[in-house]
């Protein structure tokens, strides 16, 4: 039984009787098997598996530990257990309310996002600063989503940035309106998600005999209020403040802090005993993390007692020496390549190992930084799939004709509404069947100077332009050609758009429907602007050896996703699956190359830290736009403490094409790799004056 297999220290937690556990279990302490301890122990006391509610930070981590628990209590028991992400679970919920709910991921919603606030003017404003571009809006109101509880938006933009008050009345009207939009249409994003579960926990009884919490540190406010609505009868918390890494995403380090305040009976107890890292690992991250306050007191303790290897300091004279020497230590490496793993801090660190591995035909997968589906061109033939599921979906459609030259997402959005204008309030049949005595089927925009509204539109265009370029002549009547911003090169978008789905009506199979897309012309084109735009030189010319390779990579993400097709029957079944599993599936073989973020959970034999460089890692800009050092040295701890046996800490002393010099990361003084000098003493000083600032 998984009780069984405990230490005392994770047996105690497992049983404790207590009605509030919280567990502190730093890296490689065995939580995951406190926690599947700690469900056997619930189910053997009588409580049912569907009263107990698991929350992971991933989807994976949950269907790991449910697997664990099936091998003792089988998979019908296993299977009953609510287990998944905050967000999985709340949208299954939502989804048992309303069938209709439409989530949609938060990056997604940047293109509806930016449809509205590219209608605003910011010219009548005198400001000493430069209003917010549409993209940065998006992440602050996001940001303010998961960590405001009291405040509008427009108050919370002057209490934060205050030097953008006079900008404040129209940025939160323009979230008004995407909020209006996203309700007309029935968009949920992942936020959304969250907020309309938290109110949904606040008048209905879940059913939930005990909640069990995992990376406890990663919960933000907005989280954390939904475990308050639940006020579940028992919570089992399990986290580590040193592995705190996501205050980015708003995550607050303050809330596993302050349990015990929160809950003043509340147990804590800590696993100590390490399994993972060698002796000399360890050690050198513990001296590290020990830099930061000690929230909870602990001690971690070695289990291993065989012979371990020494961490080993690369220091190179140039930074693309650094990333050739190290491709060329894992090619001479006894390690099995999967068993291998290099981290970085920066995405550029990332493209120049990945570079140095492919010149020496070693297989390498990276996670982190752009992912498989935050790849544009997924993206494009997953909104595509997405219309032919659910034609409102206004943003799908917007993201997809962004596309074509000469089409914004303003101008994306007035096509969409014009469409179902002539439709009746249906696009397809605005696209197939409009309604001809619709002369005007484009909406006026409002005028209001001090919500930063204007109106710019011209008399409807004529479509004789368009003659001689082979539209079907059913098409040629469409209204929707009258657009007066519309050029022979986007109105050929838009009949690729006609011709595509007129072919995939009536098509049921997953993976015929993605072989499709991906051969259109449609896609051919948007496949086209993303490896040009890839391939473009400084001077403007397109590098087509460069544009050949990149149509390449795009053609091996149609594989895979077709690939991943291959389960489905149902659309809907297949598009939910890429929007909230997407996050937990990887590709490829090989070398892993994995942001520090992404790195988090994992473990490996030998394990290589790059670019350890002050500036670099830690990352002194994102310290500058609300980071800390006390976060840059948690993401050091993860990035060490992945290590197994072989840990390589590297950095270069000059970057020859960037003519710039650089001084040894803070960390690697502190991990005692590098004498304390000047520069050390220089950084520390540095330091202390902005804490006290």
């Not at 015990?260 to 050198?284: G, Q």
């Not at 992912?371 to 033939?381: M, T």
């Not at 990887?586 to 830290?609: D, I, P, R």
């Not at 701890?637 to 992945?642: E, G, I, K, Q």
Request: net charge neutral; charged share 30%.
């Amino acid at each position: 039984m998984p009780l069984s297999r405990l230490n005392q220290e994770q047996y105690a937690a497992a049983t404790s009787t207590d009605k509030q556990n919280l567990i502190i279990a730093s890296a490689g302490t065995g939580k995951t098997s406190t926690i599947v301890g700690r469900i056997a122990f619930l189910l053997n006391k009588g409580i049912e598996a569907d009263e107990i509610l698991l929350l992971t930070f991933t989807n994976k981590a949950a269907a790991e530990m449910v697997a664990r628990v099936a091998e003792y209590f089988g998979k019908d028991v296993a299977s009953k257990i609510d287990a998944g992400t905050f967000h999985a679970v709340s949208y299954r919920w939502l989804k048992k309310r309303d069938r209709r709910v439409v989530l949609k991921q938060q990056r997604e919603l940047k293109t509806l996002f930016r449809s509205v606030f590219e209608k605003r003017s910011f010219r009548n404003i005198d400001a000493e600063v430069s209003p917010y571009g549409g993209n940065y809006l998006y992440d602050l109101y996001s940001l303010y989503q998961n960590t405001e509880l009291h405040s509008n938006f427009e108050e919370w933009i002057k209490e934060n940035y205050a030097e953008h008050e006079l900008f404040a009345l129209i940025y939160a009207d323009v979230v008004d309106e995407f909020e209006e939009l996203k309700k007309e249409y029935g968009f949920l994003n992942f936020n959304d998600l969250l907020l309309h579960f938290r109110e949904m926990c606040k008048t209905q009884e879940l059913g939930y005999k005990e909640v069990l919490v995992d990376e406890y540190q990663d919960t933000n406010a907005l989280q954390g209020t939904i475990i308050d609505a639940m006020k579940p009868p028992s919570i089992f918390c399990v986290g580590d403040y040193d592995q705190s890494i996501y205050a980015f995403n708003g995550a607050d380090i303050g809330i596993i802090g302050s349990f015990t305040k929160k809950f003043p009976e509340a147990k804590v107890h800590t696993l100590t005993k390490n399994y993972r890292s060698s002796r000399p690992i360890l050690s050198l991250a513990t001296r590290v993390i020990e830099h930061n306050e000690r929230i909870y007191p602990k001690q971690l303790e070695v289990t291993r007692l065989d012979d371990a290897k020494a961490p080993s300091l690369l220091a190179f004279d140039e930074l693309f020496d650094q990333y050739h020497q190290i491709a060329a230590m894992i090619k001479a490496s006894q390690t099995p390549r999967e068993d291998i793993a290099v981290i970085f801090r920066n995405n550029s660190s990332a493209d120049g190992i990945e570079v140095g591995l492919r010149e020496l035909d070693i297989a390498c997968k990276r996670k982190g930084g752009t992912s498989f589906f935050d790849s544009r061109e997924v993206k494009a033939v997953l909104d595509l799939y997405t219309l032919l599921v659910n034609e409102a979906d206004m943003m799908a459609f917007i993201h997809l004709f962004e596309f074509s030259r000469g089409i914004g997402s303003a101008m994306a959005k007035e096509l969409y509404i014009a469409l179902k204008s002539l439709g009746h309030g249906s696009m397809f049949y605005g696209l197939y069947a409009p309604d001809e005595s619709i002369k005007n089927p484009f909406e006026k925009r409002k005028l209001n100077h001090q919500l930063g509204l204007f109106d710019d539109f011209v008399e409807l265009g004529a479509v004789g332009k368009y003659a001689k370029l082979g539209f079907e002549e059913r098409f040629m009547k469409n209204p929707i050609l009258k657009h007066p911003k519309l050029t022979k090169d986007s109105a050929a978008f838009v009949h690729n758009f006609y011709l595509l789905f007129r072919d995939l009506k009536g098509v049921k199979s997953p993976a015929k429907v993605v072989d499709m897309i991906t051969k259109s012309e449609l896609f051919k084109y948007i496949a086209d602007v993303l490896a040009s735009k890839r391939a473009q030189l400084k001077d403007g010319s397109i590098d087509e050896k460069q544009k050949t390779e990149a149509l390449t990579r795009i053609e091996r993400k149609n594989i895979l996703l077709k690939e991943l097709c291959k389960p489905y029957t149902e659309h809907e079944r297949f598009l939910n699956a890429m929007i909230l599993g997407s996050s937990d599936l990887t590709q490829g073989e090989g070398v892993n190359l994995l942001s520090v973020h992404a790195s988090k959970g994992l473990e490996y034999k030998e394990v290589y830290v790059v670019d350890l460089m002050d500036g670099r890692f830690p990352n002194r800009k994102l310290m500058q736009r609300g980071g800390s050092l006390d976060e840059e040295r948690r993401l050091f701890y993860v990035a060490v403490t992945r290590a197994k046996d072989i840990l390589y800490l590297s950095y270069a002393k000059y970057d020859k094409i960037k003519k710039q010099n650089f001084v040894a990361s803070q960390f690697l003084y502190e991990a005692g790799l590098v004498p304390k000098d000047e520069q050390y003493r220089a950084m520390v000083m540095k330091d202390a004056d902005k804490d006290e600032e």
